[in-house]
């Protein structure tokens, strides 16, 4: 459901009448509110983004949108998050705001689109979306133009008569959330990241371990999974803006269900927890971030087997984040480390060539994924650029990427000792590709097995 389609909502069941009386008694009386003259901190980096995309296509207009709200259930929607495209470029928004870059001399001029106040009407008080009693002041139209520092700005009720206009007008019009060259172009500008989002990632690392210490104080006495969820969902929510994804609490045998987010089972102390979860910092950058951990604070022998073996893949997979090296080469270095801790445990038969043969791939029964991603605004960012850029590329020194090795023994796979089953182990960490080598963000979480006891150990006694 768009803006304009909210907008002409029917009145619901529960909404009261509305004389014109009352109306034209509640659009009198306020008094007005200065405007609040400033810009947006990061506005020279914004501008030179926007520069940037402008330089790429000359003479064509280019449409940006923020998005719209999602419906949850009928007339209630999710938490507004800011499309990443826009954000990039304007660094946040209100749902059904859009940017348009028009061209002009040589260049382009900078129109946005935002939500007008709406004091003085009747959805002021009666417009449970949108209406400012109701939601709250918007920013407005003169003080979007302050803080984007655009040219231009209009209200949001301008939008269809200008697409009108644009469409008779038979001008180059390129829009983002529609021209998939257009997304690629922008999710191509993305995987190099500068100083400023290399520390907003920092940041959003430092919270998430603080939100795992609280995932860590609430599974000592924790009964479910959704008792995890919830400590570490409120540190994201107390420090930053929201989590960057569903948070994954597995315990026990779920797991070894790569994306378990129902986060409904029982604890239980001689289990493992994967706990793969990220905070969004108010910028919208996001950590990404799993560790394993036993339960019961410390791990069990057959635990711990599979435990060093992940943890010693994705060892070799960091060291391999270099400049130059193929973004596959860190997957190439931990698939290989597990392929032969599996045949040495007896698990795969045969020689590491015939394990790794990519005709078979054998191994995969037990780990199924790659060990890396793109990382920034989306927790699988630039997800719309050209494979050869990405996943057929070269590392270049500014990318940030996962690297998340895991081995995961079904309950009920005969072809791996029964010690072993049920157990899931992934261990994530969020590094840099930095001129020397890797940097790993997320290393203030320990990782080694015996760190992550102590880790466990500590965080309990000052409960």
């Known amino acids: 459901m768009d803006t304009q389609q909210r907008q002409a909502r029917p009145q619901t069941a ?13 659009s009198g009386g306020w008094s007005e509110r200065p405007l609040a003259a400033r810009a947006h901190p990061q506005l020279a980096r914004l501008r030179e983004r926007r520069e940037a995309l402008s330089r790429a296509y000359p003479g064509a207009y280019l449409l940006v949108p923020s998005g719209a709200e999602r419906v949850r259930a009928n007339d209630t929607f999710f938490r507004f998050r800011t499309a990443t495209e826009f954000a990039y470029l304007m660094g946040d928004g209100e749902p059904g705001a859009m940017l348009v870059l028009e061209p002009h001399a040589g260049g382009h ?28 002041r918007h920013r407005g139209v003169d003080e979007s133009q302050l803080y984007y520092g655009v040219d231009a700005c209009r209200p949001l009720s301008a939008i269809p008569a200008y697409l009108e206009e644009l469409g008779r007008s038979g001008a180059a019009v390129r829009r983002s959330d529609e021209d998939a060259e257009l997304a690629e172009y922008l999710s191509e500008m993305r995987l190099i990241k500068d100083a400023y989002e290399l520390a907003e990632l920092r940041k959003a690392c430092e919270i998430t371990k603080r939100g795992f210490e609280d995932a860590i104080r609430a599974m000592r006495r924790a009964k479910t999974e959704r008792e995890i969820e919830a400590a570490f969902w409120s540190r994201a929510r107390i420090e930053a803006n929201d989590v960057g994804y569903l948070t994954i609490a597995a315990s026990g045998e779920h797991a070894c269900t790569l994306h378990w987010n129902r986060n409904d089972g029982a604890m239980r102390s001689d289990a493992l927890l994967l706990l793969d979860a990220g905070v969004e910092c ?9 560790r394993t951990l036993p339960i019961g604070g410390r791990f069990t022998a057959a635990q711990r087997v599979v435990y060093d073996l992940v943890w010693e893949a994705q060892r070799a997979g960091i060291e391999a984040v270099r400049p130059g090296n193929d973004f596959l080469e860190p997957n190439r270095r931990a698939m290989r480390v597990l392929a032969k801790g599996l045949i040495d445990l007896g698990i795969l038969s045969g020689s590491l060539d015939e394990a790794l043969d990519p005709q078979r791939q054998y191994y995969r029964r037990y780990t199924l994924h790659n060990v890396s991603h793109m990382l920034g605004l989306d927790v699988h960012d630039c997800a719309k650029a050209r494979a050869q850029e990405y996943r057929h590329g070269r590392l ?7 690297v998340e090795p895991g081995l995961y023994f079904q309950p009920d796979d005969e072809t791996v000792p029964a010690e072993f089953r049920g157990i ?40």
Do not use: C, Q
């Not at 529960?14 to 509640?26: K, N, R």
């Not at 015996?450 to 006694?461: L, P, R, T």
């Open 424 to 463: 899931g182990v992934r261990i994530e960490d969020d590094v840099v590709v930095a001129a020397a080598g890797a940097e790993n963000l997320s290393a203030i979480l320990p990782s080694k097995a015996g760190a992550v006891e102590d880790w466990i150990a500590e965080v309990w006694s000052t409960a």
């Open 282 to 290: 108010d910028s919208l950058y996001t950590a990404d971030v799993t």
């Open 396 to 402: 270049r020194e500014g990318m940030v990427l996962t």
């Open 109 to 136: 001029r900078s129109l946005l689109f935002a939500r007008e106040h709406n004091r003085g009407r009747a959805e002021f008080f009666t417009d449970r979306v949108h209406g400012e009693l109701w939601v709250g």
């Open 14 to 26: 529960y909404d009261p009448d509305t004389p014109e009386a009352l109306v034209e008694f509640m």
